[in-house]
């Protein structure tokens, strides 16, 4: 009950580093990126130890190391890294500038594992993923295939991971995740009026959105697509689909940090550092949003409504 | 030795055992809590260190009333009284109160100045109202040691 006291004590003295508001009005007001560069180092201070989510990462694993529950927030991670080792052994490529970091698995070894096809040395939850995306990616030579296993198998994976923890906030987080994603999926394969068979093995379905129906709107074309989404909950994402991919994208990302919100109010056990990590990855990617938005000149109106929810 | 002094003893003994173990977890939880805190930002030492020392109470009133109930039997001070087996009872029930409120209100208070130290980490300048929280625990503490002083003061050796 009184779990991870220290790494969550620790986790809230770090919270105040963390952008608010405020500093992102100021940083998108920033005239450059030196300034923007000079407005993040006051804020966070010099040396800081947070900046990039491979250090966010360390700092919870220093905190919390035997905390398996935190492990399901880096899936996403491991069978994005699988996709890459994948594809880049296939393309004979070196994988290295695909993979996304932290990541569960060594990825020296996770390369060695995929040569030797030695599955039994990856992580249960991936072997199956691995063998079958390996069969499927020599027999038919299309990535497309093959990357659309492997999403479908990560959610599946993080559902599982999440229902055998038994905990609510983990199994929230990955429903959330797979209903976004599956809304994704249905909403671009209905835009490129993919076959159903194809449809079928993208779509993973939840207990929120039920495969089948999502399939079955998917086929009966994008209207019938949105009227679907538009009598489930996710109604109102629906509407930001209508309107544009990127606000979509951003309700994505807000359903995940409003979760995280909630999370944070707890004062013991591994929620607080899973909220954490969210909120670190929001951050940075609101940063990477406005450092590519100043680059590209784009308006202020612009960079507001794709900047994602905080946590502080 | 009688047996009633046997009691009183264990009486005694309990008092200062269960309100320690109690204090011993509580301090050690918001302590773990405080080290979280002060490896990211050392400067709230102070601040934590108070909330830290809440649920140690509970350890010095077990004592209190163990050193009383001794002085009470005069083991402490005096002679030995011949105490029959219903006076030692009478003071290993006296004794009970804070040994056992004195467990449970420090583990809780500990539980509760933990979390109190997650406000100070986040807004230091609402330090207050994680010791007044913490603090409301310690009632149920202070009114078992009264019940436990006034039982044995009021037992007639």
Same mark, same amino acid.
């Given at each position: ?38 407005? /993040? ?37 491991? $069978? ?88 609510? $906030?983990?199994?929230?987080? %990955? ?61 109102? %994402? ?17 359903? /995940? ?17 899973? %909220? ?15 450092? /590519?938005?100043?680059? $590209? ?16 | ?9 264990? *009486? ?9 173990? *109690? ?35 509970? *350890? ?7 050193? +009383? ?28 109160? +804070? ?28 330090? *207050? ?29």
């Amino acid at each position: 009950m009184t779990k991870y006291a220290k790494a969550v004590a620790a986790i809230k003295a770090m919270e105040n580093y963390l952008l608010t508001y405020s500093d992102i009005e100021q940083l998108i007001n920033a005239s450059g990126k030196a300034e923007m560069e000079s407005i /993040i180092a006051s804020k966070k201070g010099n040396g800081n130890e947070t900046d990039t989510l491979e250090n966010v990462w360390s700092t919870l694993m220093d905190y919390a190391p035997e905390c398996e529950e935190l492990k399901i927030l880096l899936y996403k991670n491991d $069978f994005h890294n699988l996709k890459a080792a994948l594809k880049s052994m296939i393309a004979g490529r070196e994988p290295d500038n695909y993979y996304i970091k932290p990541s569960n698995l060594n990825l020296d070894e996770l390369k060695d594992i995929l040569s030797s096809k030695d599955y039994g040395r990856l992580p249960e939850y991936m072997r199956e993923t691995a063998e079958n995306a390996y069969k499927l990616i020599t027999k038919t030579l299309d990535g497309q295939l093959a990357d659309s296993l492997i999403d479908c198998d990560t959610l599946k994976a993080m559902q599982k991971a999440a229902e055998k923890t038994g905990n609510s $906030f983990m199994i929230r987080y %990955a429903l959330l995740n797979t209903v976004c994603a599956d809304i994704k999926t249905a909403y671009r394969c209905c835009k490129m009026k993919k076959s159903v068979n194809f449809t079928e093995n993208a779509i993973c379905g939840s207990s929120e959105i039920e495969k089948d129906a999502l399939v079955r709107a998917v086929t009966g074309g994008m209207e019938t697509l949105i009227s679907y989404l538009e009598n489930s909950s996710y109604g109102d %994402a629906a509407g930001l689909l209508e309107k544009s991919a990127a606000q979509f994208e951003k309700w994505c990302d807000d359903v /995940i940090t409003e979760l995280a919100e909630q999370a944070r109010m707890q004062s013991f056990g591994f929620e607080p550092l899973a %909220a954490y990590y969210i909120a670190a990855e929001a951050e940075i990617k609101n940063l990477r949003i406005l450092s /590519i938005c100043k680059e $590209f000149g784009a308006d202020r109106e612009t960079v507001t409504e794709r900047m994602r929810k905080l946590y502080v | 030795m009688t047996n009633g002094m046997v009691f009183a003893l264990i *009486g005694a003994a309990l008092a200062a055992l269960m309100a320690g173990i *109690g204090s011993a977890k509580g301090v050690g939880l918001v302590g773990e809590a405080a080290a979280g805190v002060v490896s990211v930002d050392p400067s709230k030492f102070s601040k934590v260190l108070i909330l830290q020392l809440l649920p140690g109470t509970q *350890g010095l009133y077990g004592l209190l009333t163990a050193i +009383i109930l001794l002085s009470r039997v005069g083991i402490i001070g005096g002679t030995p009284a011949e105490l029959t087996t219903a006076q030692g009872l009478a003071f290993l029930a006296a004794a009970c109160p +804070i040994a056992i409120v004195g467990l449970i209100s420090a583990i809780f208070q500990g539980k509760t100045a933990a979390a109190g130290v997650g406000i100070t980490a986040k807004k230091p300048e609402h330090n *207050g109202k994680g010791i007044i929280m913490a603090a409301m625990v310690e009632t149920y503490a202070i009114l078992a040691l009264l019940i436990s002083i006034l039982m044995i003061y009021n037992i007639a050796v």
